[in-house]
């Protein structure tokens, strides 16, 4: 609210056809200067804070709302921004979110992809990667996720971007784990197109293919058991079916021998994947190996 206040002006002064004593004129000006400062004071204020549609004279325009919340609004015709990483991209390249929420450039090599400048956290974020591919060869890499002593993701892409066609990676989430994400592209294939959303401020990330199926060439490699020795005899061991954090049912993987799928939550403890036809299985299912 404007602080400007006229009260203090007598607009009957001077009286007419009076000797009026001077001090009146003195007052009303003193009261006009004042509240004249106060004006200019607001009016500079609200030039720094509007939201205009051109610029004011003398200014440029910068409507940059600073994360300010603007509610129940009916909004049409609202447009992305576009910016462009390069038309030649490979090493490492840095996608400043605040810069376009969409962003796009040719892929010509190996290209390790960082993100900065995202929302802050407690506000979702998103910004839309369009990659034409020059080079079929190139990898392109994600961050890396890291996983703490619970097996829980402190850093990095989520269990999504594993089921990105032609992903990649180093190793599998798990207990103090951290491992790469990377995607080449499908043979035939010079776009890839991907949603890249954080809701804290970029610690961690989902990724979604936005004009590619998820895993439409293969499934996900994984090891479901290992031969260990117990008592003088080998034992097949279920070392992989009670999952990694992610796994949710109905989800499939293999490990080049047999078809798993999972059939429940992953919850650190219960065994959740099972051959297909062959149920959920447990030590005491496996006898010794010859």
Known sequence: MSTINTNPINVN?????????SQGFRDNFASIVTNLNTAGTEITDLQNKVVVKQAL???????????????????RSFRATTYNLGNAISGT??????LGDVQYGTIAGNTIVNFGSWAPTGTQSNVQL????ANSAA????????????AILTNGPSTSIRILENY???ASPGVNVSHSNQVTPPAGVNQLQYTVSTINC?????????????????LELRTMYEVQALG??????PVGMKGQPGDSAGAICTDGSFVYICVATYDGSSNIWGSIGGGIYGLSNVGPLT
């Open 130 to 133: 369009n990659l034409t591919i």
């Open 168 to 170: 990649g990676s180093n």
């Open 139 to 150: 990898t392109v890499f994600f961050p890396s996720s890291s996983y703490n002593s619970s």
């Open 13 to 21: 002064y001077p009286v007419p056809g009076v000797n009026n004593n």
């Open 202 to 218: 970029g610690t961690t990330l989902d990724v979604y293919p936005l004009n590619r199926n998820q895993i439409t060439s293969r």
């Open 232 to 237: 003088g005899d080998y034992y097949k061991v």
């Open 93 to 98: 390249v840095l996608v400043n979110v605040s």
């Open 57 to 75: 004279i003398g200014t440029t325009v910068n409507n940059d709302m600073a994360n300010t919340l603007i509610s129940n609004a009916s909004t």
